[in-house]
Structure formats: structure tokens, C-alpha cells
Antibody, heavy 122, light 107 residues
Framework: EVQLVGSGGVVVHPGGSLRLSCAASGFIFDDYTMHWVRQAPGKGLEWVSLINWDGSDTYYADSVKGRFTISRDNSKNSLYLQMNSLTTEDTALYYC???????????????WGLGTQVTVSS | DIQMTQSPSSLSASVGDRVTITCRASQGIRSYLAWYQQKPGKVPNLLIYAASTLHSGVPSRFSGSGSGTDFTLTISSLQPEDVATYYCQNYNSAPLAFGQGTRLEIK
């Protein structure tokens, strides 16, 4: 059974930093591209970032480019999101999501974690 | 970047009704479109990919169509368990984009 378990979400002040983690199990982690998707309270889904199987390719939404860094450690079956220069606009539930494409990035999502809450507030 | 626009933003229909949600891309995306269902308080679930291919385990009352810029999600006979917000998603290329969502309620 595929499981994606997020951690690292807390309350942080504007301008602060945070690192989210997502522990994956139930599939061959390094065969798949992985994504972060977020959802602000009462709002829709927003794709944040993706990383290919070996970390050599990454993409970001314009809203986080230059502030967020996605990474992965295939030896630990883990995905990360380093978030810097946080603003109140970054307050959201952050989902880690598995790409559906095996060996290649299909860029749509067949499994989602339960989400990690990030609140940016003074 | 490609923008995705869904309509309507919300709708209310009766059990057994045929329901259609539309999604328009700001430029052509061939058939690189997925639909997700998010029930209240739950994680999104994949319904359809490649514009019209039903994901494993999804009831056959759901169907998708379209290519290029205009797409539709249809529920042939609305059931109470279909109350949810539905999102389309372009996956033609990064940056990826979701529509703003369509909230579906039962009358």
C-alpha cells in the first residue's frame, strides 16, 4: 500500500524558514517523480514543485521560485521542501504527491499524502 | 504559463441528474488533462487522466472528454456520495496548473 507521510509543519513568523519532509513507502521511490501541492484554507489546489527520480530536474511555481527548494534522498525514501522567506500567503496544507508515471514524469498525481499544515503568522 | 478556467464555480443538482463541468485551457494542451475529486475534509483523488481515461476503481458514471483547449467532466447520474469539489489539471508541461475548482452539491 502506498503511503506518503508528511512532517515538519508548524507555525512560523513571516520571513522565517521551514523544512517539510515526506516519507514514502509501498512503492519503489526512486522510480518516480514527486511533487508538492498546497491548498490554502478554503481555497483550491496549487501545484508548488516537482523533482524527477534522481533530483537532476526540478521545477517550481512562479509564486515560490527563488524561495523554495525541493530535494529528495532516495536512500531514505524521502522528499523534502525547504521553504525560506515565508509570507502569510504561504499558509496552506502542503501535500506530497506521487507522480503516476513509472520511470518518467507523467505530471499528474495518483497518490497524495494527508498533508502537513504550515501557518505563517506574526 | 497556461491558465485553467473551470465553470461553473459551483452547482447544485438532484440525485440522478446528469452533471457537466467544463474546463478551458488558455492554450492548447492536447489531451494532457486530469480531473480530481476532493470530498470535504479529504485528500484529492484522481478520477480521469489523458482527458478521458478513467482511473482504476472510479465508477463508470464518471466520464471525460475534450482535447486542445476545451474539456468536460460528466457524471451521468448524480449520487449523494459525489458531493465534492472537482478540479481539472493541466499536465502538458511545467509549471503545472489546476482550475479553480467546481463545488458540487445535492439539491
Amino acid at each position: 500500500e502506498v503511503q506518503l507521510v508528511g512532517s515538519g509543519g508548524v507555525v512560523v513568523h513571516p520571513g522565517g524558514s521551514l523544512r517539510l519532509s515526506c516519507a514514502a513507502s509501498g512503492f519503489i521511490f526512486d522510480d518516480y517523480t514527486m511533487h508538492w501541492v498546497r491548498q490554502a484554507p478554503g481555497k483550491g489546489l496549487e501545484w508548488v514543485s516537482l523533482i524527477n527520480w534522481d533530483g537532476s530536474d526540478t521545477y517550481y511555481a512562479d509564486s515560490v521560485k527563488g524561495r523554495f527548494t525541493i530535494s529528495r534522498d532516495n536512500s531514505k525514501n524521502s522528499l523534502y521542501l525547504q521553504m525560506n522567506s515565508l509570507t502569510t500567503e504561504d499558509t496552506a496544507l502542503y501535500y506530497c504527491a506521487k507522480d503516476s508515471g513509472h520511470y518518467y514524469g507523467a505530471y499528474y498525481f495518483d497518490y497524495w499524502g494527508l498533508g502537513t499544515q504550515v501557518t505563517v503568522s506574526s | 504559463d497556461i491558465q485553467m478556467t473551470q465553470s461553473p464555480s459551483s452547482l447544485s443538482a438532484s440525485v440522478g441528474d446528469r452533471v457537466t463541468i467544463t474546463c478551458r485551457a488558455s492554450q492548447g494542451i492536447r489531451s494532457y488533462l486530469a480531473w480530481y475529486q476532493q470530498k470535504p475534509g479529504k485528500v484529492p483523488n484522481l478520477l480521469i487522466y489523458a482527458a478521458s481515461t478513467l482511473h482504476s476503481g472510479v465508477p463508470s458514471r464518471f466520464s471525460g472528454s475534450g482535447s486542445g483547449t476545451d474539456f468536460t467532466l460528466t457524471i451521468s447520474s448524480l449520487q449523494p456520495e459525489d458531493v465534492a469539489t472537482y478540479y481539472c489539471q493541466n499536465y502538458n508541461s511545467a509549471p503545472l496548473a489546476f482550475g479553480q475548482g467546481t463545488r458540487l452539491e445535492i439539491k
